[in-house]
């Protein structure tokens, strides 16, 4: 019988890559989502792609009944729990949304997870839990919790909670994944990043440009320290970060405790050279202007990977320009995403 997962938040952007990439890897597969970011359009086409289709429950993780019964109904023995909010921007003027949805629904999660006697867990952390960093590359070892919005703070909080549970109770097992900057789309261009409104990343924003929607890019500071003055980050293949959550399981199923790895390539890039290589990939002029830094970034962030590749036997192997090449396939061929 097959490994059965539950994946929340499995409908949005790195959930139903990843999705896909348990699906392919023999997996069973069951999404919780509440499609409050999403489309389940998203999980039709990993159905097509994959030859095999998830089982999709349309709900919300902070429903205790639902969560619970869905541990009744199927023997699931791991979980993979991607639901969450994520807009730093929105977090500062909604906090109280934020720390409700993001911190309720994964105690949720993990109340009815204990009951179902299921304690192989990995969260979707981030490297917003740094803060500012004192030194790049920024290892695991880091000092976390300087957290500048709601969001990052949610995500440091859920951190600690998780780690404070797997102290209480040997039973579980939980990876704590702390992604960089995810980019990218399946190489069919059938699914990828499709943010409502006007987005917030740099890659999306880009991508609209190329398409026509957004008139231009508008470059957050050029007088950073870094090589050309314009923000460095660590960006990672979604594909490769899909991957990462499989190795994760891996390795904490042979592994009681709580386990915190960097999901990034190692490499930083500027906001410039990203915008050279996709001219270049696209063959679209992205005409943009330098405007003032925006509130909490920071000049560079990018990871040291090699607690991940040490432990996981896991590394990033896209380059920037696959990582281009494949959102702009996404986004020329889905001009307006799932709609
Ligand atoms: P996403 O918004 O595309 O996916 C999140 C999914 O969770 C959405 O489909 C949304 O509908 C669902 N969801 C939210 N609250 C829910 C709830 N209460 N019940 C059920 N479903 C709910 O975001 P993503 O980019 O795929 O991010 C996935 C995870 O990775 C998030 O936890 C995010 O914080 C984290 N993360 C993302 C990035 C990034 O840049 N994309 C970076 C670091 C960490
Ligand atoms: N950025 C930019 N213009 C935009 C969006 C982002 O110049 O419209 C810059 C931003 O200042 C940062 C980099 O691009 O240096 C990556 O930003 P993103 O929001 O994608 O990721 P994060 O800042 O969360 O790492």
Redesign the pocket.
């Known amino acids: 019988m097959r490994h059965k997962i539950l994946v ?8 139903s890559h990843t999705t896909l990439a348990l699906l392919e890897a023999d997996y069973d597969v069951i999404v ?7 489309s389940k359009a998203s999980l039709e086409r990993v159905g097509d792609i994959a030859g095999r289709k998830p089982l999709f429950i349309e ?4 429903d205790a009944a639902l969560v619970n019964q869905i541990f009744k109904d199927h023997p699931i023995e791991s979980v993979l729990h ?5 807009s730093v921007e929105e977090s500062v003027r909604e906090p109280l949304r934020y720390f409700e ?1 993001n911190l309720f ?1 994964t105690m949720t999660l993990c109340q009815a997870m204990a009951s179902a006697n299921v304690f192989n867990l990995v969260f ?5 839990v740094y803060g500012t960093p004192s030194i790049v590359p920024i290892a695991e070892n880091h000092p976390v919790g300087q957290t500048t919005n709601p ?1 990052g703070r949610s ?1 440091f909080m859920i951190e600690q909670m998780l780690t404070d549970l797997a102290h209480s109770d040997p039973r579980w097992k939980i990876a704590i994944l702390r ?1 960089f ?2 980019v990218g789309a399946h190489a069919s261009g059938r699914i990828g ?1 499709d943010p409502n409104g006007i987005p917030n ?1 740099l890659l999306p924003y880009i991508c609209r440009v190329a398409v026509g929607t957004l008139t231009e890019l508008k470059i957050f500071g050029n007088d950073y320290p870094t090589i050309d003055g314009t923000g460095v980050r660590d960006y990672i293949h979604v594909l490769d970060l899909a991957n990462g959550h499989l190795s994760a399981l891996d390795a904490i199923r042979k592994n009681s405790g709580t386990h915190i790895w960097n999901l990034g390539t190692g490499q930083g890039h500027s906001v410039l050279e990203v915008v050279k290589a996709f001219e270049a990939i696209s063959d679209r002029p992205i005409p943009y202007k330098i405007a003032p830094r925006r509130a909490g970034d920071v000049a560079a962030c990018f990871a040291n990977v090699s607690k991940a590749e040490r432990e996981l036997g896991w590394k990033a192997t896209y380059t920037l320009n696959e990582m281009l090449r494949d959102a702009w396939k996404w986004q020329s061929t889905n001009p307006l995403g799932y709609k």
């Open positions: 929340t938040g499995g409908a949005g952007y790195i959930g919780l989502d509440n499609l409050s970011n999403s709900g919300d993780l902070r991607f639901a969450a909010l994520k949805n629904s979707s952390s981030s490297a917003v969001y995500k992604y900057n995810p990043e990343n």
